[in-house]
């Protein structure tokens, strides 16, 4: 049997020697963060330099926030090859109103049971979203490097679709990936602070990405995907 193939997303690039590295561990897409109160954005003009560097089939992803019109039609002029991630409190219309394909993230609460989270609903309000990706809520946008309870839903239901509309994120690293797909089997997964360099001080370095972590995290996912499709 061959093994299904789990897609991997790098996000939070900052730096051309960090595509490049994305690029050779085998990144199946890479994301630019246009938010400009996060720590790893990058404007639209900086954005489309980047993704210039990627080769065919790796994707461009671009990250909004409760983005205006003007600063969409900004970064789809940047990178106009690039796939769409609307991370804020955009509604189905925002989203459709793009005229892009799109993944939708859904900010999943910290608690036991996704504190009465809709997930099912959710999937239907966005059922035009090429995916779902699932990340943690928590102050402010992006996951914080923090997972949900990857125990909290129902993976298997219908409609979730989980073969193909599941994207999960938020505090993946190359040590707990493999726990994450076992219990969601999400069609890809994205990392962005778990793949991060560490400062001489200990601190993570955001937007800075660790050419090591990010091949140990694309292995642990092949292993994952192995050890998945495995009879029994």
């Known amino acids: 049997?061959?093994?299904?193939?789990?897609?991997?997303?790098?996000?939070?690039?900052?730096r051309?020697?960090?595509v490049d590295a994305a690029v050779r561990a085998g990144a199946d897409a890479v994301g630019?963060?246009?938010?400009?109160?996060?720590?790893?954005?990058v404007p639209p003009a900086r954005a489309g330099e980047l993704a210039r560097r990627l080769p065919p089939f790796v994707t461009p992803v671009l990250l909004f926030v409760n983005a205006s019109p003007e600063f969409l039609a900004q970064g789809v002029a940047a990178v106009p090859n690039a796939l769409l991630q609307f991370h804020g409190d955009e509604s189905p219309a925002d989203c459709l109103a793009a005229?892009?394909?799109?993944?939708?993230?859904?900010?999943?609460?910290?608690?036991?049971?996704?504190?009465?989270?809709?997930?099912l609903k959710y999937a239907e309000d966005f059922a035009a979203a090429?995916?779902?990706?699932?990340?943690a809520?928590?102050?402010?946008y992006g996951g914080a490097g923090r997972s949900f309870n990857w125990t909290a839903f129902p993976w298997s239901h219908p409609k979730l679709n989980a073969s193909s509309r599941l994207v999960l994120s938020g505090g993946?690293?190359?040590?707990?990936?493999?726990?994450?797909m076992t219990l969601v089997r999400p069609w890809a997964v994205d990392v962005s602070s778990g793949v991060e360099a560490t400062g001489p001080q200990g601190q993570g370095l955001k937007g800075i990405k660790d050419p090591e972590l990010m091949?140990?995290?694309?292995?642990?996912?092949r292993a994952a995907d192995t050890q998945i499709s495995r009879p029994g």
């Open 32 to 41: 630019f963060v246009l938010y400009p109160k996060s720590p790893r954005f």
């Open 16 to 18: 051309e020697s960090d």
């Open 137 to 140: 809520h928590v102050e402010g």
């Open 1 to 14: 049997m061959t093994p299904h193939r789990t897609r991997i997303k790098i996000c939070g690039l900052t």
């Open 172 to 180: 993946l690293t190359p040590a707990n990936v493999t726990d994450g």
């Open 99 to 119: 005229g892009r394909p799109f993944l939708r993230a859904a900010r999943i609460p910290l608690g036991a049971d996704g504190d009465g989270f809709d997930l």
């Open 130 to 135: 090429q995916a779902l990706l699932l990340d």
């Open 215 to 221: 091949l140990a995290f694309v292995a642990a996912v």
